[in-house]
């Protein structure tokens, strides 16, 4: 048993791999840890969300729509449902991966339930197929507390691709793809062609059953999906192969057309009420609300804003005013944060100065940083920029972030920002606070932006979120 919290994420960090590739994933660890802990896996209902951008948001608003709808799931006895909720990665606290009808694992909890995994894991380390990785763990850690918890369904976000991810040991009722970018491209491929087959990995072709008894046609799980282009052909293939049914809009028949139709004007009302605060994509929500449809269930009017005006933290996140926290690590989540911020200076009706922009960035190695810079400094008034990195540990190494000399070396040369105009901190905490003070000592009016990573992000809310440990 760990005694505390910091011992128990030092024993976690242990298995991270040195260097992180293709070979790091597939099922066979996983398969074999989920068989020794009696495959808790099976012992809940599941949805299952795939996706290059927007999947962790999908899988939290999706969750909160289930737990407000309180469906019984024709399995529950209870009053209440109980929904549980699987995301990675985490901001500040592991636990944060998860949770049950929205409340984070305790931190007592959390190191009992790790502290009831060591043993399993050192025993695999002498197995034929090694112990598990740091996200494997976690995995098996989320499903063996669903389990033992007796949630009646969980919605589960994939950590990376999709075909080999731990989280693939899942048989769901409903497969969610969000959309395919280009993304992780050193492990899942160069293409979107590609990266969409990887990402299709989770469609199901398996018979549906009812104790013994075989459910309609021998169908495969039905598969929700926002993705489109190449990507959808892509998937539509393989949705064929498995004999899965797929749902997307334009497969709507005509009175559910209506419905969604109906969501429309929903998405208009949700952005009203959420003002400048927070903010939800229509594709997050026409997703969750088709994914709901497939399993029988409409939300109301009230539970619709109820669901989406809901803060999926280090998301569009306002932490102060004026100081707005993103966690966009992609061309694709970058472009979604620019039309928000634009949006948002059109709505407030901002003066020339307030719609200048103080950047905080840093960045993943790995990810298309330059690409997401470049966007950024195109489309948004940036007067200045501080480049940071942070020294959170990731799910595929340590060290991880891009120098701020190499951020600053690129802002100069390639976008011809002026040096004088470029902060560098190797700390990402003191670069928020040169940022915040810089602000208030100036008394001006700017809004600081700080973005780049989820690492950066869960780094920046601790400066106004002190984490329980």
Not at 41 to 52: C, D, L, M, N, R
Not at 434 to 447: D, F, L, S, Y
């Amino acid at each position: 048993m760990f005694k505390d919290y910091y011992a128990c994420r030092a024993w976690l960090e242990g298995f991270i791999p040195q260097t992180y590739t293709r070979k790091e994933l597939g099922l066979e660890r996983i398969s074999y840890f989920l068989k020794l802990l009696g495959n808790p896996q099976e012992k809940f209902k599941s949805i299952h969300i795939a996706g290059t951008s927007g999947k962790g948001s999908t899988a939290f608003y999706l969750a909160r729509a289930l737990t407000i709808s309180n469906f019984k799931f024709q399995i529950s006895n209870r009053k209440a449902i109980k929904v549980g909720l699987h995301v990675s990665p985490h901001l500040v606290y592991i636990g944060e991966r998860m949770q049950i009808n929205g409340r984070v694992i305790g931190l007592g909890r959390f190191i009992r339930l790790i502290g009831e995994l060591q043993p399993v894991v050192e025993a695999m380390s002498g197995s034929k197929v090694g112990a598990p990785s740091y996200f494997e763990i976690l995995v098996a850690a989320s499903f063996l507390y669903f389990a033992q918890e007796k949630v009646d369904i969980a919605v589960v976000e994939v950590g990376l691709g999709g075909r080999l991810d731990a989280t693939n040991v899942l048989t769901p009722e409903v497969s969610v793809i969000t959309n395919i970018g280009l993304d992780h491209t050193e492990i899942l491929g160069k293409t979107i062609e590609a990266i969409a087959k990887e990402k299709a990995g989770i469609i199901k072709g398996v018979i549906r059953l009812s104790g013994n008894q075989v459910i309609g046609k021998k169908i495969g799980v039905p598969v929700v999906t926002g993705a489109g282009g190449k990507a959808l052909e892509v998937i539509k293939n393989v949705a064929k192969e498995k004999n899965a049914p797929l749902i997307t809009e334009s497969t709507l028949q005509r009175e559910d057309r209506e419905y969604y139709d109906m969501l429309r004007n929903v998405k208009e009302q949700i952005d009203r009420v959420n003002g400048n605060k927070f903010w939800v994509t229509s594709e997050c929500l026409f997703l969750v609300n088709l994914a709901l449809a497939e399993l029988g269930i409409r939300l109301t009017d009230a539970d619709q804003l109820k669901t989406f005006t809901a803060n999926f933290e280090g998301r569009f996140e306002e932490i102060d005013r004026g100081i707005i926290i993103d966690g966009a690590h992609n061309r694709d989540k970058v472009r979604v944060l620019i039309n928000w911020v634009q949006k948002r200076q059109q709505e407030t009706g901002n003066t020339k100065q307030e719609t200048k922009i103080v950047l905080v960035c840093a960045f993943k190695k790995g990810k298309d940083w330059k690409g997401m810079l470049r966007l950024l400094i195109k489309e948004l008034d940036i007067e200045r920029v501080y480049a940071t990195q942070f020294y959170s540990v990731t799910d595929t190494g340590k060290f991880s972030a891009v120098e701020p000399e190499e951020i600053k070396e690129f802002l100069i040369s390639n976008l011809k920002f002026q040096i004088s105009k470029i902060g560098i901190f190797d700390n990402s905490q003191e670069t928020v606070w040169e940022a915040v003070n810089r602000k208030q000592e100036t008394g001006n009016k700017k809004q600081i932006l700080v973005t780049g990573s989820l690492y950066l992000a869960g780094e920046a809310r601790t400066l106004w979120k002190s984490p329980e440990f």
